[in-house]
């Protein structure tokens, strides 16, 4: 089964930027989105289709995908970016696949 | 407002059974897929499954395949994820999701299952 591996904890300083990176084979031929989850709430989609924003979402998330990587960049990171990440994308049409989630901290 | 409203949280001891519901509003229920996804307390995200409404065609992970029962309802725009006999291990915030060629768009704001004797 297809697998994707993160970070389990990245830090930051505010102001600065955050890199959370996500790893698999062939993943730069994927779609892939990430998602924020803060402690208590639902995950919200905050970059799909490997480099697109929904709206809503402030412009200092962007995402990129070559290679093995996507990576889910933070410029400007605010305190309130705070979360944990999840990278996702699809094996097949219908099945999801999960990375294992990577705390972001905000130092 | 598109939004995906589950069911309340659930007290239930191992071996009863248990149906959670996502009802969606605000857009045609039965032109996207809704999946679900596991999160076991201090845990990552689990895929577990997805439904397309509007014929019922399901396909589950793996992982879960034979462990639960995902089905939908159009006429009343709701999903379902079901257990025959739960355990300890099913603990756990379950949470419906909407796919679009977005990805997983709209969430539901989860059900707590708590399973114990």
């Known amino acids: 089964s297809y697998e994707l591996t993160q970070p389990p904890s990245v830090s930051v300083s505010p102001g600065q930027t955050a890199s959370i990176t996500c790893s698999g084979d062939?993943?730069?031929?994927?779609?892939t989105c990430w998602y924020q989850q803060k402690p208590g709430q639902s995950p919200v989609l905050v970059v799909y289709?490997?480099?697109k924003r929904p709206s809503g979402i402030p412009d200092r998330f962007s995402g990129s995908n070559s290679g093995n990587t996507a990576t889910l960049t933070i410029s400007g990171t605010q305190a309130m970016d705070e979360a944990d990440y999840y990278c996702?994308?699809?094996?097949?049409?219908?099945?999801?696949?999960f990375g294992g989630g990577t705390k972001l901290t905000v130092l | 407002e598109v939004q995906l409203v589950q069911s309340g949280a659930e007290v239930k001891k191992p071996g009863e059974s248990l149906k959670i519901s996502c009802q969606g509003s605000?857009?045609?229920?039965?032109?996207?897929?809704i999946g679900w996804v596991r999160q076991m307390p201090g845990k990552g995200l689990e895929w577990m499954g997805i439904?397309?409404?509007?014929?019922?065609?399901?396909t589950y992970s793996p992982s879960f395949q034979g462990q639960v029962t995902i089905s939908a309802d159009k006429s009343i725009s709701t999903a379902y994820l079901q257990w025959s006999s739960l355990q300890a291990s099913d603990t756990a915030m379950y949470y419906c999701?909407?796919?679009?060629?977005?990805?997983?768009?709209?969430w539901g704001q989860g059900t707590t299952v708590t399973v114990s004797s």
């Open positions: 996702q994308a699809w094996d097949t049409s219908t099945h999801v696949v």
């Open positions: 289709q490997k480099t």
């Open positions: 999701a909407r796919l679009s060629s977005s990805g997983l768009d709209v």
């Open positions: 062939n993943l730069g031929d994927k779609y």
């Open positions: 439904i397309y409404p509007q014929d019922s065609d399901i």
């Open positions: 605000g857009y045609s229920f039965t032109s996207n897929w």
